[in-house]
């Protein structure tokens, strides 16, 4: 299985500064045809997961543009460059290269 | 947009199967753009992938879960369904169906997520 890890596990941000998250995956997600099969999502606290991002850097419907990711082969990462109060929950990173899919630990984002 | 409900029992007793269904609104399960899925999150946990099928009945599970899940689906329903057989305490955990896009492979629309406890 190709395995996920995130960090930080705990981001405290203060309202209007950057948050960054690294994803590394223990096997490259570069597929033959050119995608990484790199997405984010966001578990605000009481509900269910919501894309953010799919296959690296692209924002999913809705998703502020505050919001942007990057990376390549093994090195992901998520950034917010203006964090508010509405950013807070667990971000998760998740891999669908291949069978079994699989998720990071996940970020728990709060507000200081 | 589709729209995913879980329902089906919130207690199961150790060593019963779980099942539960995912209705689907604003789209129909026969479409060939999607994969319809199950991911399951324990407690104050992470999440995990359960498996997905797609329209014609191909199925793929996680070969964590995969000697006890079966996942199937009813398009006269536009519905599918997920069995999980044997459980066990460590089975408690919150499921979510999710339909997956293929091509690109990742979950767009989830549900709220249906509790189902493991206990006697």
């Known amino acids: 299985d190709i395995v996920m890890t995130q960090s930080p596990l705990s981001l405290p941000v203060t309202p209007g500064e950057p948050a960054s998250i690294s994803c590394r995956s223990s096997q490259s997600l570069l597929h033959s045809i050119g995608y990484n099969y790199l997405h984010w999502y966001l578990q605000k606290p009481g509900q269910s997961p919501q894309l953010l991002i799919y296959?690296?850097?692209n924002r999913a419907s809705g998703v502020p543009d505050r919001f942007s990711g990057s990376g390549s082969g093994t090195d992901f990462t998520l950034k917010i460059s203006t964090v508010e109060a509405e950013d807070v929950g667990i971000y998760y990173c998740?891999?669908?290269?291949?069978?079994?899919?699989?998720f990071g630990q996940g970020t728990k984002l709060e507000i200081k | 947009q589709v729209q995913l409900q879980e329902s089906g029992p919130g207690l199961v007793k150790p060593s019963e199967t779980l099942s539960l269904t995912c209705s689907v609104s604003g789209g129909s399960v026969s479409s060939g753009d999607y994969y319809w899925s199950w991911i399951r999150q324990p407690p104050g946990k992470g999440l995990e992938w359960i498996g997905y099928i797609y329209y014609s009945g191909s199925a793929n599970y996680n070969p964590s879960l995969k000697s006890r899940v079966t996942i199937s689906v009813d398009t006269s329903k536009n519905q599918f369904s997920l069995k999980l057989s044997s459980v066990i305490a460590a089975d408690t955990a919150v499921y979510y169906c999710a339909s997956l896009r293929g091509s690109y492979w990742y979950f767009d629309f989830w549900g709220r997520g249906t509790l189902v406890t493991v206990s006697s």
């Open positions: 296959l690296v850097s």
């Open positions: 998740m891999q669908t290269l291949q069978t079994p899919y699989t």
